[in-house]
C-alpha cells in the first residue's frame, strides 16, 4: 500500500538546538516529497519539496530536508531551532496510482514544540 | 501573492441543515482540492478537480459533493451534515504539472455540526 508515516506525534527541543522531524514513505517507483507546515488556526504553508537531484533539498524559514531511498525517508531538519518554529508539520508524498490526477498522500502530522 | 480564500473561518450549523464551503483561488489553477483534517489522520482528500465542471471523488467522498462551475471557484457541499462531520476543512488549489508542483492552501473552515 502506498503510505506516508511520522512516526513521532510530538517533538519537543530546546530553542538554539538542532531539530529532526521524521517521515518515511511507502510509494512504487520514485518518489516526489513534500513538507508543509500548519501555523495555530492557519492552512497550510509549502516548505519544501524533492523531486530528483541533489538529496539535501533546502526549502523556507532555515529548514532542510534529506532524501534517502535506500531507507525511504525524507527527514525535516534545521540547524537551530526557534520558538516560532513551534507549529504542526506534515509530510506528503505523490501518489503514484492517481496517474495524471497527481494526488498527495499525507501523514498524520508531527507537533513541534520548541522551548526557551 | 498567491491567494486561496475559503469564505468561513468558523461555522457551526445544525444536524440535517445543507452546508456550503465556498473556495477562490486568484492563481488561474486548474487543480483545486478539498481535505478534511482530523487529529491523528492528517489531511484525506474528499474531492478534487481538474478543469471547470469536472470532479474526481477522493478517498472520503460520501457525504458531500462539489461543483466548479467556475476555474477560481472550487465549492463543498454537505448535503445534511452529520456531527461526525464536524472538522476543519481545507481548500487547495495547483498546477497541473506532473505532481511536481506545490500546493496552496486557504486558511481554513473549522466547521461545528450540533
Known amino acids: 500500500a502506498q503510505s506516508v508515516a511520522q512516526p513521532e506525534d510530538q517533538v519537543n527541543v530546546a530553542e538554539g538546538n538542532p531539530l529532526t522531524v521524521k517521515c518515511t514513505y511507502s510509494?512504487?517507483?520514485?518518489?516526489?516529497l513534500f513538507w508543509y507546515v500548519q501555523y495555530p488556526n492557519r492552512g497550510l504553508q509549502f516548505l519544501l519539496k524533492y523531486i530528483t537531484g541533489d538529496n539535501l533539498v533546502k526549502g523556507s524559514y532555515g529548514f532542510e530536508a534529506e532524501f534517502n531511498k535506500s531507507q525511504t525517508s525524507f527527514h525535516l531538519k534545521k540547524p537551530s531551532a526557534l520558538v516560532s518554529d513551534s507549529a504542526l508539520y506534515f509530510c506528503a508524498v505523490r501518489d503514484p496510482r492517481s496517474g495524471g490526477y497527481n494526488k498527495l498522500i499525507f501523514g498524520a502530522g508531527t507537533r513541534l514544540a520548541v522551548h526557551p | 501573492d498567491v491567494k486561496v480564500t475559503q469564505s468561513s473561518r468558523y461555522l457551526v450549523k445544525r444536524t440535517g441543515e445543507k452546508v456550503f464551503l465556498e473556495c477562490v483561488q486568484d492563481?488561474?489553477?486548474?487543480?483545486m482540492f478539498w481535505y478534511r483534517q482530523d487529529p491523528g489522520l492528517g489531511l484525506r482528500l474528499i474531492y478534487f478537480s481538474y478543469d471547470v465542471k469536472m470532479k474526481e471523488k477522493g478517498d472520503i467522498p460520501e457525504g458531500y459533493s462539489v461543483s466548479r462551475e467556475k476555474k477560481e471557484r472550487f465549492s463543498l457541499i454537505l448535503e445534511s451534515a452529520s456531527t461526525n462531520q464536524t472538522s476543519m476543512y481545507l481548500c487547495a488549489s495547483r498546477l497541473p504539472s506532473g505532481g511536481n508542483t506545490e500546493a496552496f492552501f486557504g486558511q481554513g473552515t473549522r466547521l461545528t455540526v450540533v
Open positions: 492563481m488561474d489553477h486548474e487543480n
Open positions: 510509494v512504487s517507483g520514485n518518489p516526489y
